[in-house]
């Protein structure tokens, strides 16, 4: 099986709670949102800082929702399965790679992924240029060394794709509701009502000194 590889210093994620009834735009008609409890969906923002890959180092933003994932018999169950509704990138040959290679919708101009550690607690602020577009934090819990399986589910006029995800690296998750998200007026978030998302994670996942492989794609019928 050939796999593709990323490299990263960071991957910064955080899991916030938004009404069901919103996702609906945000998902293919045949996907449905994973509730964390009844009548609210999750809304996942990740940030990466990859400093290896096919097309260089480059920063990367994705704004997802997560859905069930799809279990084969006897297979392993992923973490979590994210469908990313935007993805944002700082170079434009990492978008090109994305969109042909793994079927993903991107934000189609450069952005700014800037991260700052301090006291245990990682600000992540995303910007196009002077244009903030959001910012948020996670803090840190006990570091442990994983090797975890993801989902990935894309969809674009062409068809419908599914891709498994191992994130390997230094890790620690917790939902103690420490961190925080700041949405703003920018392009990127028009598809977002930031006064219907939660203000703070009930999850926060953050890896340091990783890889990411990703599978070879699934085409879905």
């Known amino acids: 099986m050939s796999v593709t590889r990323y490299d990263f210093s960071r991957a910064v994620s955080a899991f916030y709670e938004m009404p069901t009834e919103l996702t609906r735009d945000l998902l293919p008609r045949d ?6 409890h009844h009548g609210s969906s999750i ?18 933003i994705v704004l997802a929702i997560i859905v069930p994932p ?6 392993d169950f992923p973490k979590s399965a994210f469908y990313p509704f935007l993805l944002g990138t700082s170079t434009p040959e990492a978008r090109a790679h994305a969109i042909e290679r793994w079927h993903l919708p991107h934000f189609m101009a450069d ?3 800037d991260f700052a550690e301090s006291d245990g607690t990682v600000n992540v602020s995303v ?28 969809k674009d006029d062409a068809g419908q794709y599914k891709v498994d995800i191992h994130m390997r690296g230094q890790f620690c998750e917790h939902e103690e509701e420490r ?25 926060e996942l953050w890896m340091k000194q990783g890889h990411q ?7 879905l019928s």
């Open 31 to 36: 996907l449905q949102p994973l509730e964390a």
């Open 111 to 113: 952005i700014a992924v």
């Open 213 to 219: 492989l990703f599978e070879e794609l699934e085409t």
């Open 43 to 60: 809304f996942a923002v990740t940030a990466f800082d990859f400093t290896e890959s096919a097309v260089g180092p480059y920063q990367e």
């Open 179 to 203: 961190g925080t998200l700041d949405i703003h007026d920018h392009p990127m978030c028009e598809k977002l009502d930031a006064s219907e998302i939660a203000a703070f994670p009930f999850r």
């Open 127 to 154: 910007r196009e240029g002077d244009k903030p577009i959001l910012d948020y934090s996670v803090t840190e819990h006990q570091w442990e060394e994983v090797d975890h399986l993801y989902q990935c589910h894309m």
């Open 70 to 75: 799809l279990i084969e018999s006897g297979g």
